[in-house]
């Protein structure tokens, strides 16, 4: 296994998924709420800088893209760049595209 690899079974990518799913909880309480009382979410006043809060998740997301790009499992032998790359397209990799480009260009545009 290289050192950008990560392996699947590993703690650290247990640790970094159960993170995930927290940042997704949040983001799917937190963006309806932003929709139906947008006064409260975009104000200058307001003691949380939500732009940055949206600029720190879509970093999450690039970094998650980054570490499922580089995942190995050696039970499946997905192993090599391109295995770990052709598993990941027929899985998450069109959505997690799509959600890492719409939410970057929505932020970009303010």
Partial sequence: ML??????????IQVW??????????NSILTPLSICFPEHF?????SINWAAFGLFINFVWAVDFLINVNRVDFI???????????????GWLI??????????????LG
Avoid at 3 to 12: I, K
Avoid at 76 to 90: C, V
Wanted: glycine share 4%.
């Fill in 3 to 12: 050192w950008y690899q990560f392996n699947t079974r590993s703690q650290t």
């Fill in 17 to 26: 998924d159960s993170f995930q799913a927290g940042i997704i909880l949040l």
């Fill in 42 to 46: 975009h104000e200058k006043k307001d």
């Fill in 76 to 90: 499946l032998k997905i192993i090599t760049l391109r295995e770990t790359f052709a598993d990941y397209l027929r």
């Fill in 95 to 108: 959505p997690d595209a799509i959600a890492l480009i719409g939410s970057t260009t929505c932020i970009l």
